[in-house]
């Protein structure tokens, strides 16, 4: 039972442009999103994170937007650049228990 | 920022043989440590919740004789695979989350350790 779901394996930009990753969720308790930058053998870097009551956050060229009615949220990142090719991940907070919960990852690259 | 140290990154060991990982908070308290694992391209999986000085909440099917978990201080835990089989072969990631210096520190990921069992 996946309850965060990336449903896009990979991406693939242009640098310049804009990326868009999206993710879904089930759970109606989480309370709290964010987004992890990922490489090979390393552990997940913070990038940005949304409280559920919020519809949208931004942080320099990134911006995660919510939408609760759909369970759905975004991470756009502009304009992309080649340092940003890397795994992102999704995750959700139980907002009772405090755990986290992954998504699948999408690999996102950005080509010169 | 805050700091997870993570030891070792990588790890051999014979089957069999039972095999520790350290993750220490480095500049602050960590009150609560959640370990995952990973399996190539897959999700970072959830295995277990623990609250320092209690014991560890596992999740469903993982096997908690197994894998060991200790969080004996607020800077220290420890999981430990023992009785290594080449299926426990993954990449163990550990997250911290407590305070220090009068700010809250949520989710700090150490840096992984990737177990082969051969």
């Known amino acids: 039972d996946q309850q965060v779901k990336q449903n896009s394996p990979s991406l693939s930009v242009q640098e310049g442009r804009i990326s868009i990753l999206n993710c879904d969720y089930t759970?109606?308790?989480?309370?709290?999103f964010l987004w992890y930058k990922k490489y090979p053998a390393e552990g997940p870097t913070f990038l940005i994170s949304?409280?559920?009551?919020?519809d949208k956050n931004e942080d320099g060229r990134f911006t995660v937007f919510l939408n609760k009615s759909a369970k759905h949220l975004s991470l756009h990142i502009v304009p992309s650049q080649p340092g940003d090719s890397a795994v992102y991940f999704c995750?959700?907070?139980?907002?009772?228990?405090?755990?986290?919960?992954f998504g699948q990852g999408t690999t996102l690259q950005v080509k010169p | 920022g805050a700091v997870v140290s993570q030891h070792p990154s990588w790890v051999i060991c014979k089957s069999g043989t039972s095999v520790k990982i350290e993750c220490r908070s480095l500049?602050?308290?960590?009150?609560?440590m959640f370990w995952y694992r990973q399996f190539p391209k897959q999700s970072l999986m959830l295995m277990a919740t623990?609250?320092?000085?209690?014991?560890?909440?596992?999740e469903q099917g993982v096997e908690k004789d197994k894998f060991l978990i200790n969080h004996a201080s607020l800077t220290l835990s420890t999981l430990t695979v023992t009785s290594a089989h080449p299926e426990d072969s993954s990449f163990y990631i550990c997250?911290?989350?407590?305070?220090?210096?009068?700010?809250?520190?949520?989710?700090?990921f150490g840096s992984g350790t990737r177990l082969t069992v051969v």
């Open positions: 997250s911290a989350r407590g305070r220090g210096r009068g700010e809250y520190y949520g989710y700090t």
């Open positions: 759970n109606s308790m989480f309370d709290y």
């Open positions: 949304i409280s559920s009551i919020k």
């Open positions: 995750a959700a907070r139980s907002g009772n228990t405090g755990k986290l919960i």
């Open positions: 500049d602050f308290q960590a009150t609560t």
């Open positions: 623990s609250n320092e000085g209690s014991k560890a909440t596992y």
